[in-house]
C-alpha cells in the first residue's frame, strides 16, 4: 500500500448490519470531503445473538481489514 499522509486516508465505516447505510450517508453529507471504505458484515447478522467472543472476533477482524486498507478512523 502507497504511504498517505493521514489527513487523505479513508474513514472506515463497519456495519454489523444494522444502520451503517445510515451512519455513511449522514458522514457523506456532513463530511462530503473525506474519503470512506465501508465494511459491510452481511454474512454474520444478526450479531444481536452471538456470545462476547464471537463478537470480539468479528469485530476485531473487521477492524484489522479496515485498519491494513490504511483508514484514520473507524466508526
Do not use: C, W
Not at 499522509?5 to 444502520?19: A, E, H, Y
Request: hydrophobic letters at 40%; aromatic letters at 8%; glycine letters at 8%.
Amino acid at each position: 500500500m502507497k504511504t498517505m499522509q493521514k489527513k487523505d486516508r479513508p474513514i472506515g465505516v463497519f456495519d454489523s448490519g444494522l444502520g451503517g447505510i445510515s451512519v455513511l450517508k449522514e458522514l457523506m453529507y456532513l463530511l462530503p470531503r473525506e474519503n470512506y471504505i465501508f465494511y459491510a458484515d452481511a454474512a454474520h447478522t444478526p450479531y444481536g445473538e452471538r456470545s462476547i467472543e464471537e463478537l470480539e472476533a468479528l469485530t476485531t477482524r473487521a477492524a484489522e481489514t479496515l485498519i491494513q486498507e490504511g483508514v484514520k478512523a473507524i466508526l
